[in-house]
């Protein structure tokens, strides 16, 4: 899963709530994603949580890995073109 996790206070619509005075509600969880060239802001329930903390993490790992290896054959296919 791609997308970067937030944790944030939110303001709700009543007038006369705590969170007009600063003390917002939550924090809550939100994964920002970007996609189809536009950026999405999605809410976390605190029962998924980990789920996605997981994914999310799983995915930078990956995306570190590929980015590794497109480095290492760029640098073999130099050589060899080089060489
Ligand atoms: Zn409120």
Same mark, same amino acid.
């Given at each position: 899963?791609?997308?970067?996790?937030?944790?944030?206070?939110?303001?709700?619509?009543?007038?006369?709530?705590?969170?007009?005075?600063?003390?917002?509600?939550?924090?809550?969880?939100?994964?920002?994603?970007?996609?189809?060239?536009?950026?999405?802001?999605?809410?976390?329930?605190?029962?998924?949580?980990?789920?996605?903390?997981?994914?999310?993490?799983?995915? =930078?790992? !990956?995306?570190? +890995? $590929?980015?590794?290896? /497109? =480095?290492? !054959?760029?640098? +073999? $296919?130099?050589?060899? /073109?080089?060489?």
């Amino acid at each position: 899963m791609r997308g970067v996790l937030l944790c944030e206070g939110r303001r709700c619509s009543s007038a006369g709530c705590r969170c007009r005075r600063g003390e917002l509600h939550g924090p809550y969880t939100y994964l920002a994603v970007y996609a189809d060239g536009r950026s999405r802001t999605i809410y976390v329930p605190q029962a998924a949580r980990a789920l996605v903390e997981q994914h999310v993490a799983g995915t =930078q790992r !990956n995306e570190a +890995l $590929l980015s590794e290896i /497109a =480095q290492i !054959n760029l640098e +073999l $296919l130099l050589r060899r /073109a080089l060489g």
